[in-house]
């Protein structure tokens, strides 16, 4: 048996934002496949020279790559969706704070999301609602 639900797929993205998350996306999804170690050194890497990403700044770029991916949209493309996120603020020179962890409540269930200030970007949850295990966070002057 089914259970029937929409997905929120956010309208009103440029097109040159799709164009580019579009192309990040490609990045992710290959970035995704990759042991959750060699993300993190990945990740690491890219985010030098950025600076932190505002909450609208990481917001519109999650909202580009929903608006791309059905996939990334849906609850399962969470790994994809974030790193996505990630990619396309760095293209703008901003950095979020990347996460991975687990539900702090029952059920069990890992996810990934990006946080700016310590609060979650668009995840419909509280701050707390997960536990993080791995964070890639901007470089505190957006050098290093």
Do not use: N
Request: proline share 9%; glycine share 6%.
């Amino acid at each position: 048996m089914t259970t029937p639900s929409a997905l929120h797929r956010p309208t009103g993205v440029p097109l040159t934002r799709k164009v580019a998350a579009r192309f990040v996306l490609i990045a992710a999804l290959a970035l995704s496949l990759l042991p959750p170690r060699r993300i993190q050194a990945v990740l690491e890497v890219v985010r030098r020279g950025a600076v932190p990403a505002s909450a609208a700044q990481a917001k519109s770029a999650r909202d580009a790559i929903c608006a791309v991916s059905l996939f990334c949209a849906g609850p399962r493309g969470c790994l994809p969706r974030s790193l996505g996120t990630a990619l396309l603020c760095r293209l703008r020179g901003t950095w979020p704070t990347w996460c991975t962890g687990v539900r702090v409540v029952p059920p069990f269930t890992a996810h990934a999301w990006v946080e700016t200030d310590g609060h979650l970007v668009d995840e419909g949850v509280p701050d707390d609602y997960f536990a993080r295990l791995m964070t890639v966070a901007p470089t505190d002057r957006g050098d290093q």
